[in-house]
């Protein structure tokens, strides 16, 4: 019998990995019964500049990061591709790997998901996983509509749903948002304290402070 179990992707640049991405993955792991959360840091993020930092302090920052909660699994393969890594082409590998009826799920922020309709062939995403949204609280999902493009709406009204259930009962094509803890942390915010001398403590995890401390990052 396949495995039913939802496995979910959280990826981003996590130039340096922070509590925010980690507390988004926990939160939304937890309220959609995810078995596991896939960390893929970017190599060459094709909707953002260069990331500060070479690839491979990037990838280490996270495994540190994670190495101590069992929900989370680190992917390096975006890390190792010598071209711009499409989250496309990630899901549409990992949908091989993991057969065609395991629910996958593409975890983003809101910000990340109105913006969904320039990423590259973003419609052929619902084929290979569902779409779950971080939502800001006092941020309403009825004001969303207003915020997104004419095709992003279509979708957004014939896929979203509300029940955690049908992330399960299917492997692909649902939009699930839910409301997550705003922490008020970004990458830029830790690099600019690191570069002025500034100690950005409890921010990010103690092993990753000292990775970037050791290694001589962002400074």
Do not use: C
Request: charged content about 25%; glycine content about 6%.
């Amino acid at each position: 019998m396949a495995d039913r179990t939802p496995h979910a992707v959280f990826g981003g640049t996590f130039d340096p990995i922070h509590y925010g991405h980690l507390r988004l993955a926990q939160e939304m792991a937890e309220m959609l019964g995810l078995e596991k959360v896939r960390l893929i840091p970017a190599g060459q993020p094709p909707h953002r500049g260069t990331p500060t930092v070479a690839p491979k302090h990037r990838l280490e920052m996270v495994r540190l990061a994670a190495e101590d909660n069992p929900l989370f699994e680190v992917d390096g393969r975006e890390i190792q591709k010598p071209a711009p890594s499409y989250s496309v082409e990630t899901l549409a590998e990992l949908r091989a790997e993991l057969g065609p009826e395991r629910p996958l799920v593409l975890l983003l922020g809101a910000d990340a998901f109105l913006g969904l309709a320039t990423w590259h062939r973003w419609e052929d995403l619902f084929d290979l996983a569902h779409i779950a949204v971080a939502q800001r609280p006092g941020y309403a999902m009825e004001s969303w509509a207003t915020a997104m493009p004419l095709e992003l709406r279509d979708e957004w009204e014939n896929r979203l749903t509300h029940d955690a259930a049908d992330i399960r009962s299917a492997a692909a094509g649902k939009i699930i948002a839910r409301e997550t803890t705003r922490l008020d942390i970004s990458a830029t915010r830790i690099r600019l304290m690191a570069a002025g001398g500034k100690n950005p403590r409890y921010l990010l995890p103690d092993a990753v402070l000292d990775y970037i401390r050791s290694n001589h990052l962002y400074l």
